[in-house]
Every structure is written in structure tokens, then in C-alpha cells.
T-cell receptor
Framework: EPEVTQTPSHQVTQMGQEVILRCVPISNHLYFYWYRQILGQKVEFLVSFYNNEISEKSEIFDDQFSVERPDGSNFTLKIRSTKLEDSAMYFC????????????FGDGTRLSIL | QKEVEQDPGPLSVPEGAIVSLNCTYSNSAFQYFMWYRQYSRKGPELLMYTYSSGNKEDGRFTAQVDKSSKYISLFIRDSQPSDSATYLCAIESNYQLIWGAGTKLIIKP
């Protein structure tokens, strides 16, 4: 069964550094998403992406964050000037469409900011 | 008022029991409802999705939506130790999923 893959599984970065999280969505999916889950808290939406544009973003997704689909298979989340509070699990998801089309998730990247 | 509320548990039941997991939501405009299962150190895994009131069944799992009460449920029949996980309800709105807190379920052998 096709799946969403994320790399790396664990990323350790010094505060203030830039980090890029990578995702390969399911190949025929058109919508891509990033979510994060701080330890012990709810899953939170960051951004959705369709047709090379951001469709929706949350208040969390400020100028520190950016997304890109650099080629036909990868979808990346860049976090500039990382802060301690950016430490979380980051999940990538993809879907065929919206309006009830389910989102399928990768196993996440655990980001630890030191 | 939080958009989606879910009791975090933990909920501990003996093997073979019927499990009932529930969420309430605040916005009557919500239409698309999903249940995910999450094992430790893994991503959310889709279990069920539905967009209408009523029941949807898949094997041992039944998803139920009551739009008049703004209440969604997931029932697990003949629960197994391998069902031990965190179960999250999620509602699609405006290109995003809005999540419950997740209920930690423990099935005791």
C-alpha cells in the first residue's frame, strides 16, 4: 500500500539554526499538509499546499516557516532560526482531494532543538 | 469553547470487550469526520471516515455520527491487545484537520 515517507526520523539542531524536514507524499495525491504535535499536546495544523501554492495556514505558520515542492515527488518544510519551542513531532500528510477525502500521514520527524 | 473535545483517558478494558470512544464538536457546519489510530512513535493511521449522520462499519470498527448532538463515536468490537493505542478524532474544515486530544486505550489480556 502506498505510504507517505518522512526523513529524517529524528533531527537534532542547535537553537538559531535552520532545519529542513522532508516528505515524499503518495504519488497520485494533490494536496499536501504539515502538522506538528508537541509532546503531550494535540496535533496542530500548520499548512496545506495545493498546485504549488499555500491553500491555508495557521497562526503558528509565521515567517519563520516555509514550504516548497522542489520537484515532482518531495515536499519540504523549512524552519528558520529555530527556537526551543519548535521541538515537536512534525507530520506530513497528503490527500487526493478535499471535502472528505482522507489525509494519509507519515511517521513523522522528531525535531529536538538544543 | 474548544472546537473538538475528546477525553484523553486512559481507558482500560479487558480483552474482548466492546470499546466506545467519543468526541464532541462545536461547529454545526462540520461535515467530514475521521478516526485515526496512533501507536507510540508512529504517525496517525486512518481508521474510518464519514460525512453523514448514521453508522459506518468496517470489520470490528463502527463509526457513528450524530449531527444533531454534534457527537461522534468509534466502537471497537472484540477488542484485542493489539488495539492498544491512542485514538484521535479529526474533523476536516477549510483544508485542514481539527483534532481531538486523543484517547489512550489499553486492552488488558
Amino acid at each position: 500500500e502506498p505510504e507517505v515517507t518522512q526523513t529524517p526520523s529524528h533531527q537534532v539542531t542547535q537553537m538559531g539554526q535552520e532545519v529542513i524536514l522532508r516528505c515524499v507524499p503518495i504519488s497520485n495525491h494533490l494536496y499536501f499538509y504539515w502538522y506538528r504535535q508537541i509532546l503531550g499536546q494535540k496535533v496542530e495544523f500548520l499548512v496545506s499546499f495545493y498546485n504549488n501554492e499555500i491553500s491555508e495556514k495557521s497562526e503558528i505558520f509565521d515567517d519563520q516557516f516555509s514550504v516548497e515542492r522542489p520537484d515532482g515527488s518531495n515536499f519540504t518544510l523549512k524552519i528558520r532560526s529555530t527556537k526551543l519551542e519548535d521541538s515537536a513531532m512534525y507530520f506530513c500528510a497528503s490527500s487526493v482531494g478535499t471535502g472528505g477525502q482522507p489525509q494519509h500521514f507519515g511517521d513523522g520527524t522528531r525535531l529536538s532543538i538544543l | 469553547q474548544k472546537e473538538v473535545e475528546q477525553d484523553p483517558g486512559p481507558l482500560s478494558v479487558p480483552e474482548g470487550a466492546i470499546v466506545s470512544l467519543n468526541c464532541t464538536y462545536s461547529n454545526s457546519a462540520f461535515q467530514y469526520f475521521m478516526w485515526y489510530r496512533q501507536y507510540s512513535r508512529k504517525g496517525p493511521e486512518l481508521l474510518m471516515y464519514t460525512y453523514s449522520s448514521g453508522n459506518k462499519e468496517d470489520g470490528r470498527f463502527t463509526a457513528q455520527v450524530d449531527k444533531s448532538s454534534k457527537y461522534i463515536s468509534l466502537f471497537i468490537r472484540d477488542s484485542q491487545p493489539s488495539d492498544s493505542a491512542t485514538y484521535l478524532c479529526a474533523i476536516e474544515s477549510n483544508y485542514q484537520l481539527i483534532w481531538g486530544a486523543g484517547t489512550k486505550l489499553i486492552i488488558k489480556p
